[in-house]
């Protein structure tokens, strides 16, 4: 999971997980910082005794053009989210995503290797990741023709200018 620290990102959901999960084969780790002038932002004092009490490695800030390909799964359980930059750098690298549904993630229902949880039941996800683990994981090159012909910042600001053409 790499996000901003905010409670609303779902990183309470995302220890619990980790909590509940028995298999040693999996492997939970949380990237991003914290957002001191955001009141939903965890603190440097719950973020340790979360991370201590629990089997997910926080990695702290990471350079995600350079290090999001060393990791197999992102996660985003976000209860809110605007378009989701790092589930489209996730999906461009093929790893497969797992997010909750909201406006900013539903565009992942285009992709290979994603799944979009429509219920957050923790439960579940942690069911979901066990099967993922045995199953045969493959990086998916389509994405990168589906992102490449739909997602470009050219096409983006492209729309923008047709949405809010003014005469």
Same mark, same amino acid.
């Given at each position: ?107 992942? %229902? =285009?992709?290979?290797?994603?799944? @979009?949880? /429509? &219920?957050?039941?923790?439960?579940? #996800? ?5 099967? !993922? ?6 990086? %998916? =090159?389509?994405?990168?023709?589906? @992102?490449? /012909? &739909?997602?470009?910042?050219?096409? #983006? ?5 047709? !949405?809010?053409?003014?005469?």
């Amino acid at each position: 999971m790499s996000s901003r620290l905010l409670i609303d990102k779902g990183i309470l959901d995302f220890v619990s997980i980790a909590n509940k999960n028995e298999n040693k084969k999996l492997k939970f780790f949380l990237s991003g910082e914290i957002d001191n002038g955001n009141p939903k932002s965890i603190n440097h004092y719950d973020l340790q005794n979360l991370i201590n009490n629990s089997p997910v490695e926080y990695l702290g800030y990471i350079d995600l053009r350079k290090e999001l390909h060393n990791y197999d799964i992102l996660i985003s359980l976000s209860d809110y989210e605007g378009f989701s930059r790092v589930l489209l750098e996730a999906a461009w690298v093929g790893l497969f995503c797992i997010s909750t549904l909201n406006p900013g993630t539903e565009f992942l %229902s =285009n992709f290979e290797n994603s799944k @979009i949880i /429509e &219920n957050k039941d923790n439960n579940q #996800i942690l069911l979901y990741l066990n099967n !993922l683990l045995n199953s045969n994981l493959k990086i %998916s =090159n389509k994405n990168k023709i589906i @992102i490449s /012909e &739909n997602y470009t910042s050219s096409i #983006i600001a492209n729309q923008f200018s047709k !949405l809010y053409y003014l005469d």
